[in-house]
């Protein structure tokens, strides 16, 4: 079984610019979850998607963004690129029971790491 | 608030040592608890989890970890480390009430021939 995708793995932009990150979930994994992962902060939570719907958010600015399509993948879009953005964003699927709190194992994918200039 | 500490940001130990890795969470109700290992320019990958079955868990590589509600704590240990396990290693948990989960500070563990 195929594991959980990312693209794309690295990314240059410079502030002002908007990217958007693209996650590819294992197949029948229906929840998925976005990290921002720096040296700072270490992993932030920053969103949950089940089924087109996001259930949870973090603590991030209204420039981060995301959203799930029908087929589970997601993206997750960063208007106004700012320095401090420059992160491993990593992505996380599970099955997803659809109850909270979820026991699924999450299973990340190797990340994409954004720098920003 | 909710919180999850990883004591000791950086561990070091020789090679054949115990492997001892500290973590506590702040929550008045058990939560879910994972360990997560971290290897370099990778995505990170689960040891092991506590969902409310047996304290002792059992995980991949040789680890386990123990549930101790009075304390709070979720230590992840390995009775002898091998120069593979060095990595970066991540509590999370899930609490209540949230599809979300909360990741520790990490430590990184290093292993001496």
């Known amino acids: 079984k195929a594991g959980v995708t990312q693209t794309p793995r690295y990314l240059i932009k410079t502030r002002g610019q908007q990217v958007t990150l693209s996650c590819s979930p294992i197949s029948g994994h229906r929840s998925v979850s976005w990290y921002q992962q720096t040296p700072g902060q270490g992993l932030q939570f920053l969103f949950e998607y089940f089924s087109e719907t996001q259930r949870n958010k973090g603590n991030f600015p209204g420039r981060f963004s995301g959203r799930q399509f029908s087929n589970s993948r997601s993206e997750m879009n960063v208007s106004t690129l700012e320095l401090g953005d420059s992160a491993l964003y990593l992505c996380?699927?599970?099955f997803g029971s659809g109850l909270a709190p979820s026991t699924d194992t999450q299973y990340f994918g190797p990340g994409t790491r954004l720098t920003v200039l | 608030a909710q919180s999850v500490t990883q004591l000791g940001s950086h561990v070091s130990v020789s090679e054949g040592a115990l492997v001892l890795l500290r973590c506590n969470y702040s929550s008045s109700v058990p939560p879910y608890l994972f360990w997560y290992v971290q290897y370099p320019n990778q995505g990170l990958q689960l040891l092991l989890k506590y969902t409310s079955a047996a304290t002792l868990v059992k995980g991949i590589n040789g680890f386990e970890a123990e549930f101790k509600k009075s304390e709070t704590s979720f230590h992840l240990t390995k009775p002898s480390a091998h120069m593979s396990d060095a990595a970066e290693y991540f509590c999370a948990v899930t609490f209540t009430g949230g599809f979300k989960t909360i990741f520790g500070a990490g430590t990184r563990l290093f292993v001496k021939a």
């Open positions: 996380a699927s599970s």
